[in-house]
């Protein structure tokens, strides 16, 4: 295993990257539902919404919502009568989420601090496990994606909604430039951070394309893997199967 990994367009030791990621999160936390709104023009929204229907919570499922910040998959999934764990290693996102969960009278879901590369949840405990703009932050993705594959129940089914690239030509180039001058200059105006903002642009660059991404669901156990791109993979699902 290498010794150092990405951190947008840096390379650093291996044991400062979740540290790094964590003061990333914890600057955003308080800006971040706003910023999602103003970065993506409320296109996160439609993301969200297109993934959870991927999804399809049950009710009485056990369904784990890994990074799952400040709850936005998790409240979509929340009507369907799911049982959901939201699980994040960032105390102040969680903390935005317990209250907007207070704020909406929701009072069943679980909220736990956590590490996807080491989960404290028993084998075979849930249904679906997704993970929505979370892996990409993650310094050990495939310990990662091993700990969903441990976690979900023989049947389970795995969901990640993630950036990627996207192919269409034209479209690329202007992304590029909107994302590298543009969203830094909203995170300094909006939440006086260019800095964590242009993290989360450069850590889109550097992670695996969606082939790549793909094999390495495959190679965590999964199967009947299934990559969906939306914007010509702008974004991407990823889901696969434990069995
Ligand atoms: N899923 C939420 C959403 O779609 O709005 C939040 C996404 S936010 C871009 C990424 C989240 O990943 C942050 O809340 C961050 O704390 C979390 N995260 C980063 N590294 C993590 C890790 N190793 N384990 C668990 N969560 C992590």
Known sequence: MSDTVSFGYEDI?????????????????????????AMSGGLHRVWKDRFVRRVKPQAGEHILDMAGGTGDIAFRMEPSGAII?????????????????????????VWSEANAEKLSFPDKFFDAYTIAFGIRNVTDIPAALR????????????YCLEFST???????????AYSHHL????????????????????????????PV??????????????????L????????????
């Open 13 to 37: 030791a291996r044991e400062e990257k979740t540290a790094r990621v964590g003061k990333v999160f914890s600057n955003v936390a308080s800006k971040y539902d706003l910023m999602n709104d």
């Open 85 to 109: 764990t939201v699980a994040d290693i960032n105390p102040e996102m969680l903390a935005v989420g317990v209250e907007r969960a207070a704020q909406r009278g929701l009072d069943e879901m």
């Open 147 to 158: 700990e969903a594959h441990r976690v979900l129940k023989r049947g389970g089914r795995f």
């Open 166 to 176: 996207t192919q269409w030509p034209g479209f690329a180039q202007v992304y590029d």
């Open 183 to 210: 969203v830094p200059k909203l995170g300094q105006l909006l939440a006086n951070d260019a800095d964590s903002y242009r993290y989360l642009i450069e850590s889109i660059r550097r992670f695996p394309e969606m």
């Open 213 to 230: 991404f793909e094999k390495m669901i495959q190679d965590a156990g999964f199967v009947r893997t299934r990559v969906e791109p939306l």
């Open 232 to 243: 010509g993979g702008l974004v991407a699902i990823h889901s696969g199967w434990k069995i």
